[in-house]
């Protein structure tokens, strides 16, 4: 293997190697917990299907709301202070969820949790930023999301024998074991040295910080960039249900292209960081990222009109074509957020744009199951045109006035 191959996929300074280090640790943890979760919930809490989904959507829900105060907090007493914070109070969280009985007592700590898991990713953004020289920061960003991708995988291969025992007690195991792995990030967190810092902004509260966001063109191309993270509802709702449901190819190309997409963000995210190291590159990256996600609307409208051998392969071509738009969304959406965001307002401006992607969530599987696949093969097409033109439009928003970001200071 290439010496100059694997160089790239380490990064460059000591604090960017301990946050891959971090990342891995906190999502092998993570991996472990969502594959056992569902069963948790059912065997060990004692929940119905039912009281599970209302759980986790009002956890949803209070993610949503706390994002941006969160955010705010972070600029006001310091990101990665507040980032360690969260870690330790997702440990407590995890520790109180492992031994909670009852729909009730559920929902109460799924609500803390869901508040903590929400802030995070902007969070971790601005002190990536923060713990990063300027050329290395979306290279970062890129192997870390990599290193998560890797540690999810190895985390839900560690659940299976676990899991094969059908064991409250290892049930329980399982959530505590995440909860350590979020004790171990902090730790590893509070030890990140600083290449930027700045005061906290003190005069101003964190309330009146959240009342006062009044940057109308950074919220277009939050809600931009919301509608292009539309390939994640793709992947996990859309593909599996078109392809059962409207096609004639094997219900075994489901877990295939799931496949596909984790072995190839895997080995092309870090390279498709390169492009987004500007911000030309960055516009185009969505750009790009709107006219591949547009392109995996067309072949799996072509899929729903072909035989069996021909629909998989452009299903198989979807998720190529799917994957590659994540990408480049990823990384455009990186540089392009962080290059608009006040340095002594970043926690809360990266809060606001991970709004979109969160509204998706919520907005994109009725989008997907009562819009594109109940419309067939013309469903798809208009979701392609429109994923399309929000690529173009992403660019030409973010065009106007670029915000000067200082070389000195910090989060």
């Not at 964190?206 to 793709?234: C, E, K, P, Q």
Request: with cysteine; net charge positive; charged share 10%.
């Amino acid at each position: 293997m290439n010496a100059t191959w694997v160089k790239q996929y380490v990064p460059a300074h000591a604090a960017g190697r301990t946050f891959a280090f971090t990342a891995l640790v906190d999502s092998v943890g993570t991996g472990l917990y969502l594959a056992g979760s569902a069963i948790f919930f059912v065997r060990t809490i004692g929940l119905t299907s039912a009281q599970v989904g209302v759980g986790l959507a009002v956890a949803g829900c209070a993610g949503l709301l706390a994002t941006v105060p969160l955010g705010a907090v972070g600029d006001r007493y310091g990101a990665r202070r507040t980032l360690v914070l969260l870690q330790l109070w997702r440990a407590v969280c995890f520790t109180a969820l492992a031994f909670v009985n009852g729909p009730v007592a559920f929902v109460a700590v799924s609500v803390m949790l869901g508040a903590a898991e929400a802030a995070v990713p902007p969070l971790t953004q601005a002190v990536v930023a923060s713990t990063t020289q300027d050329g290395d920061r979306v290279r970062t960003l890129a192997i870390v999301r990599t290193v998560r991708n890797v540690g999810f995988s190895l985390g839900a291969l560690s659940a299976v024998p676990l899991l094969a025992t059908d064991s409250v007690w290892t049930y329980r195991a399982i959530v505590l074991g995440d909860a350590v792995t979020f004790v171990l990030a902090a730790g590893m967190l509070a030890r990140i040295r600083l290449i930027r810092r700045i005061e906290p902004e003190r005069a101003t509260s964190v309330l009146r910080t959240v009342r006062g966001f009044r940057d109308w063109r950074y919220l277009r191309l939050a809600g931009l960039n919301g509608v292009l993270s539309l390939h994640m509802t793709i992947l996990s709702v859309g593909i599996p249900l078109w392809t059962i449901q409207s096609t004639e190819a094997p219900a075994g190309a489901v877990p295939v292209t799931v496949i596909v997409n984790t072995v190839l963000a895997v080995v092309l995210q870090v390279p498709f960081s390169r492009l987004a190291e500007t911000l030309d590159g960055s516009r185009r990256a969505l750009r790009l990222a709107g006219l591949a996600l547009g392109g995996c609307c067309v072949a799996l409208a072509a899929a729903g009109r072909a035989g069996p051998w021909t629909a998989t392969a452009l299903l198989l071509g979807a998720t190529v074509l799917m994957t590659l738009g994540e990408l480049w969304q990823a990384v455009g959406s990186w540089e392009l957020s962080y290059r608009y965001a006040p340095e002594d307002l970043r926690g809360t401006y990266l809060s606001v744009f991970s709004l979109g992607p969160a509204l998706q969530e919520i907005c994109g599987p009725l989008l997907i199951t009562a819009g594109a696949i109940k419309a067939g093969p013309y469903g798809w097409g208009v979701l392609g045109v429109v994923l399309c033109l929000t690529g173009a439009v992403s660019a030409r928003v973010s065009a106007p006035k670029a915000r000067p970001v200082p070389t000195s200071g910090g989060a």
